[in-house]
Antibody, heavy 121, light 107 residues
């Protein structure tokens, strides 16, 4: 069965970077891209970007483009999201997710469990 | 960016009620609209994709309709496990924005 398992909670100081991992199993990793979604406390989800696990192509929401790096490691079937220059309003749960439904791009049908990143001085 | 709005922002309903949630896009998104359910502390769960297709394993009391800019999620007979927050998401153009959510709670 498809599983996305994310790394544990992080506490970071303003200005620092955080790197969240998302280990995939139960499917051929390079078949689907990985999307990353941020959800601040009490807010709706916010799409951050996407990376192809096949060729590394990326697509970002403009508001994150300058601060986020998405990578994949096909040797370990793991995707990574690194967010730099953290601010207090980056405090959120970060999710990785994939869409496996043919003809329904970005209908995210499998999600990781989420990683809480707290930014505090 | 395409802006997504939802109404109402919250509603109170009883078990067995028919519930309708509306989502509106700031421009036409054809049928590229998905609906998710989220419970506290959990990841969103896909319910409906491309406006009206029921995701595998989702009960048939959930249905979606609409195209262009106006969309609807309907729960035909609300069950205790349906009390949650519901989000729409457009998948027409990046960034694939979500709506602000509709919280469904117990009357």
């Amino acid at each position: 069965q498809v599983q996305l398992v994310q790394s544990g909670a992080e506490v970071k100081k303003p200005g620092a970077s955080v790197k969240v991992s998302c280990k995939a199993s139960g499917y051929s990793f390079t078949n689907y891209g990985i999307s990353w979604v941020r959800q601040a406390p009490g807010q709706g989800p916010e799409w951050m970007g996407w990376i192809s696990a096949y060729n590394g192509n990326t697509n970002f929401a403009q508001k994150f483009q300058d601060r986020v790096t998405l990578t994949t490691d096909t040797s370990t079937d793991t995707a990574y999201m690194e967010l730099g220059n953290l601010r207090s309003d980056d405090t959120a749960v970060f999710y990785c997710a994939i869409d496996t439904i043919a003809g329904a791009d970005e209908a995210l049908d499998y999600w990781g469990q989420g990683t809480l990143v707290t930014v505090s001085s | 960016d395409i802006q997504m709005t939802q109404s109402p922002s919250s509603l109170s309903a009883s078990v067995g009620d028919r519930v309708t949630i509306t989502c509106r896009a700031s421009q036409s998104i054809s049928s590229y609209l998905n609906w998710y359910q989220q419970k506290p502390g959990k990841a969103p769960k896909l319910l409906i994709y491309t406006a009206s297709s029921l995701q595998s394993g989702v009960p048939s009391r959930f249905s979606g309709s609409g195209s262009g800019t106006d969309f609807t999620l309907t729960i035909s007979s609300l069950q205790p496990e349906d009390f949650a927050t519901y989000y729409c998401q457009q998948s027409y153009r990046t960034p694939y924005g979500f709506g602000p959510g509709t919280k469904v709670d117990i009357k």
